[in-house]
């Protein structure tokens, strides 16, 4: 069975950090790009960031600079470091790993809250 399992949301104050790991079992996923997305009430999912195969990396403009994606292919692992967290990084954030010749694979999600 394949899966994408996201760790390390919760809530922390604003200018805090929080470091999201996603662990992918029943396939291998070195050869794919990974990204964190998140979505909130009423908004659509929405790209945060991406990480290619070989470690190349894009970002949303809204967290350039204070978000940093990394992958330990040994692991099946994706993590996603946020530093000076804003209340508008509220969401729920997703794990996901782009097959093109196959169905994405998608986590179920993690929540992280900003708030004082």
């Known amino acids: 069975q394949v899966q994408l399992v996201e760790s390390g949301g919760g809530l922390v104050q604003p200018g805090g950090s929080l470091r999201l790991s996603c662990t992918a079992s029943?396939?291998?996923?070195?050869?794919?790009?990974m990204g964190w997305y998140r979505q909130t009430p009423g908004k659509g999912r929405e790209l945060v960031a991406v990480?290619?195969?070989?470690?190349?990396?894009n970002y949303a403009d809204s967290v350039k600079g204070r978000f940093t994606i990394s992958r330990d292919n040994a692991k099946n692992t994706v993590y996603l470091q946020m530093n000076s967290l804003k209340p508008e990084d509220t969401a729920v954030y997703y794990c996901?790993?782009?097959?093109?010749?196959?169905?994405?694979?998608w986590g179920k999600g993690t929540l992280v809250t900003i708030s004082s």
């Open positions: 996901n790993v782009d097959r093109p010749t196959l169905p994405d694979i």
């Open positions: 029943g396939t291998i996923v070195n050869i794919y790009t």
């Open positions: 990480i290619t195969s070989r470690g190349s990396t």
